[in-house]
């Protein structure tokens, strides 16, 4: 079973659309749960993190954690084209070494 | 905006040859890392480091790495005797804490 799933998409959604990104994981020493942009070819941009179990809102993000679950949530809300990336969930126990999904790839057409 | 800032954006090496990657972190951050990420794969963790000193490495990160903070300002990551299968794109982190920030790559081709 690997650390972390994430399904790879592609998902292709309208503009103005609520998206629901997802990630679940095995290994329970988890604790900080992130979320990265990527466009092609380009460094992982930070979005938001979350320490342990809850909710967590930035602007048109929302991230979600239930750990009793060992599942993640990013919701964007009012997706723009602009919103059109990888999204990849990332994860931290103890140490300092993220894991990472393979990213989601979100296309938001007009 | 702090950001993380790589040279070189791209290089390409022959086979068996010395490649050293360059990063400057964000400048208050203390933990340092190094990523890589094959063409169409996950990025996956090489090496974190703290204090002057490597606090974790993964099993990627062989006798063939190596890291280096050379003075205040950078951090690199040299790979000795490249392989074919080391081409792919290297991103450098920092850390003041949790929020891990990353730089934009050097896409590493080996031929």
């Known amino acids: 079973q690997k650390e972390v799933e994430q399904d790879p998409g592609p998902l292709s959604v309208p503009e103005g659309a609520i998206v629901s990104l997802n990630c679940t994981y095995s290994n329970s020493a988890f604790q900080y749960f992130m979320w990265y942009r990527q466009y092609s070819r380009k460094g992982p941009e930070l979005l938001m993190y979350t320490y342990s179990s809850g909710n967590k809102e930035d602007g048109r993000f929302t991230a979600q954690v239930d750990k009793s679950s060992k599942y993640i949530s990013l919701f964007i809300r009012d997706s723009q084209p602009s919103d059109s990336a990888t999204y990849l969930c990332a994860m931290r126990g103890g140490g300092n070494k993220l894991t990472f999904g393979t990213g989601t790839q979100l296309k938001v057409e007009l | 905006e702090p950001e993380v800032t790589q040279t070189p954006s791209h290089q390409v090496t022959q086979m068996g040859q010395e490649v050293i990657l360059r990063c400057v972190p964000i400048?208050?951050?203390?933990?340092f890392y190094w990523y890589r990420q094959i063409l169409g794969q996950k990025v996956e963790f090489l090496v974190s480091f703290y204090n002057n000193e490597i606090s974790e490495k993964s099993e990627i990160f062989d006798d063939q790495f190596s890291v280096e903070r050379p003075d205040g300002s950078n951090f690199t990551l040299k790979i000795r005797s490249t392989k074919l299968e080391d081409s792919a794109m290297y991103f450098c982190a920092s850390s003041e804490l949790i929020e891990a920030f990353f730089g934009q790559g050097t896409r590493l081709t080996v031929v």
């Open positions: 400048s208050n951050h203390l933990y």
